[in-house]
């Protein structure tokens, strides 16, 4: 059941880090974004998703990192990896596209 609980935990919490990571990153190295501030906001950003989601769901910012893991424990764990490429792949394009239609509405006002 913890696993279970974990792994669907997991499944929304993977899209959304990759998500933010994405969007902080793409929202702080944008032409119109103040200069210098980017590293600051990246870095707390990662920090924040690492702080949040590793408790949680013991997640992992680089799919590969799972990978190698879930190959030695096999089973259940390799069964559960598709969540730890898909998802943040989902989450990244998401964001893109969040982004991208944020601010070409706000480039137009």
């Known amino acids: ?4 609980c974990r792994f669907q935990g997991g499944v929304h919490a993977q899209p959304d880090s990759k998500g ?4 902080v ?3 702080n190295t944008d032409k119109r974004a103040p200069q210098g501030f980017a590293p600051i906001a990246i ?3 990662l920090t924040l998703i690492h702080l949040i989601g590793i408790p949680v769901t013991n997640l992992s910012v680089n799919p590969a990192r799972s990978t190698e893991p879930a190959i030695f424990v096999g089973g259940w764990a390799l069964a559960q990896l598709w969540a730890f490429w898909i998802a943040p792949i989902l989450g ?9 239609s944020v601010m070409e509405d706000a480039a137009k006002k």
């Open 1 to 4: 059941m913890l696993t279970s």
């Open 20 to 23: 933010e990571e994405r969007y």
């Open 25 to 27: 990153v793409t929202e």
């Open 43 to 45: 870095g707390l950003g």
């Open 92 to 100: 990244a394009i998401l964001a893109g596209v969040v982004y991208h």
